[in-house]
């Protein structure tokens, strides 16, 4: 006769796993490395401000509206009159948890200055998902899961980032990844 042993599982200060938590921080700074080395310095980024990179440069941004995922309305219209960094990403995605820090950093600049916001649209993956990576590894700003502005924005893979000036006009396209000081200059240099 087998009998079940009972079993007792080891649980945080918040009740979570703390071998699990281990290996999932453990595991997205592996991604995070590989995506760095596969993309090489500033993540791979290709930021591009010419027309026949995308259609939507040099035009007004298309409508972004919803419930955000914290539970918040927004619209992209209540952030004319500042900069804008619309992020489309995937928690799935080495180079989208590599760029993050990133987007951290372009908060907490935004935050100090008032000129940038930033949203966040989740391409192709599960709330639970997200919200685990900005808990991991932070960030504040509205993520929306809005499928249609995949479409509007034309995406063809992620991450994939759009400048909006304070007039509501895309005016740069990040692909593979930002680099927060470019996209600060870029705003600098417009000024």
């Given amino acids: 006769m087998n009998e079940a042993s009972p079993t007792t599982e080891v649980t945080g200060p918040r009740g ?12 997205i700074a ?7 080395l596969a993309f090489g310095g500033g993540f791979g980024a ?8 995308s259609p939507l440069l040099g035009r007004r941004v298309p409508a972004i509206a919803g419930t955000s995922l914290q539970g918040e309305p927004f619209d992209i219209d209540q952030l004319r009159g500042q900069w804008t960094l619309v992020n489309f990403f995937a ?4 180079p989208c948890i590599a760029e ?26 599960e709330p639970a998902n997200v919200a685990e990576l900005f ?3 932070g960030g504040s700003w509205p993520v929306l899961n809005a499928p249609g502005s995949v ?4 995406i063809r893979r992620v991450p994939e980032s759009f400048l ?3 007039d509501g006009v895309v005016v740069a396209r990040a692909i593979s990844g930002i680099d927060a000081e470019v996209i600060i200059e870029q705003i600098e240099g417009a000024s």
Avoid: M, Y
């Fill in 16 to 27: 979570g796993n703390p071998t699990r938590k281990a290996a999932i921080a453990v595991g």
């Fill in 30 to 36: 592996l991604v995070a490395l590989i995506a760095l």
């Fill in 46 to 53: 290709t930021i591009t401000d010419e027309a026949d990179e």
């Fill in 91 to 94: 928690a799935w995605c080495p």
């Fill in 100 to 125: 993050h820090p990133e987007l951290v950093e372009l908060e907490a600049w935004g935050a100090g200055n008032g000129r940038l916001s930033l949203v966040s649209i989740v391409f192709d993956d």
């Fill in 135 to 137: 808990d991991e590894l």
């Fill in 151 to 154: 479409v509007d924005f034309q």
């Fill in 164 to 166: 909006v000036n304070p």
